[in-house]
């Protein structure tokens, strides 16, 4: 089992910058790729970026690329969500996952980890 848990949401004015975190626990040797999605209210939850846990490479939607970057830090198990440029369709829960596969990174239906989810919400 692998623990996941975020912080860092809050509220922020459009064009600022916010740092999510997700400090990871547990069987952390199991996981390959770990990522972040959204859900906004009425909407499906879609992936935001990802990464290899090991090896470092990432994956970001074009809704987010040149603005959101997502650095780890394996010695402390801990996977940021780095968020500049900050736009109110940037609205959210944000959710921190681990997958124990390097296959179909961007479907939320293959993660086996999940974080509780932090709000972040940007005002125009």
């Known amino acids: ?24 626990s547990g069987r952390t040797t199991s996981t390959y790729v ?18 290899s846990w090991r090896g470092g490479n990432t994956d970001y939607a074009d809704s987010v690329k040149g603005r959101f ?8 198990n801990i996977l940021y969500l780095q968020m500049n440029s900050l736009k109110p369709e940037d609205t959210a829960v944000y959710y921190c996952a681990a997958k124990r596969s390097y296959s179909r990174y961007r479907s939320s ?5 999940w974080g509780q989810g ?5 005002s125009s």
């Open 34 to 51: 770990m990522g972040w999605f959204r859900q906004a209210p009425g909407k499906e939850r879609e992936f935001v970026a990802a990464i």
């Open 69 to 76: 970057t997502i650095p780890k830090d394996n010695d402390k």
């Open 118 to 122: 932090t709000q972040v919400t940007v």
């Open 1 to 24: 089992q692998v623990q996941l848990v975020e912080s860092g949401g809050g509220l922020v004015q459009a064009r600022g910058s916010l740092r999510l975190s997700c400090a990871a």
């Open 109 to 113: 239906s293959e993660y086996d980890y």
